[in-house]
């Protein structure tokens, strides 16, 4: 009967901070957490060959198959957090929870050269329009479209 009570008031307390944001769903947070450990880079300027082999490895996309495509986006966090910000537009996917950005990116091509996990990649690096779905409340991004 204590325990009942106990996981009661544990359950209901959980659901009021979910009430007031002040604890997001942990879905959302682990959505931003990828998106970030796959996209950002604000470290580095990125943009050669190395660069992109090193990443893509230290960032587990070279596991069983090489990722084909992956962008890193080389500005601090809330410069991109802040893209959300940006007027909704229609992602790939028809949702419109997207929005667009220029920032400074490296994009990672494989070049089919090496399997994996040791996968080749070329580089590209510019500054460039990017598209990002965002959620949750605030909203962060936690999907690069394009």
């Known amino acids: 009967m204590a325990l009942q009570k106990t996981l009661s008031l544990l359950l209901l307390s959980l659901l ?47 596991s069983g198959v090489c990722k084909e495509l992956n962008t890193f986006i080389h500005e601090n966090i809330e410069t991109i957090n802040n893209i959300c910000n940006a007027p909704n537009i229609r992602c790939k996917n028809g949702r419109m929870n997207c929005h667009e950005g220029v920032v400074r990116v490296t994009d990672c091509k494989d070049t089919g050269s090496s399997p994996a996990p040791n996968c080749r990649y070329r580089a590209r690096a510019s500054t460039r329009r990017v598209v990002i779905a965002c959620q949750g409340n605030p909203l962060v991004p936690v999907h690069f479209d394009r």
Not at 28 to 50: I, K, L, M, P
């Open 16 to 62: 009021t901070l979910l009430g007031l944001g002040l604890v997001q769903p942990s879905y959302g947070q682990a959505t931003y957490e990828r998106f970030q450990w796959q996209h950002v880079d604000s470290t580095e300027r990125g943009g050669n060959n190395f660069y992109c082999d090193t990443m893509m490895q230290r960032r587990g996309m070279t």
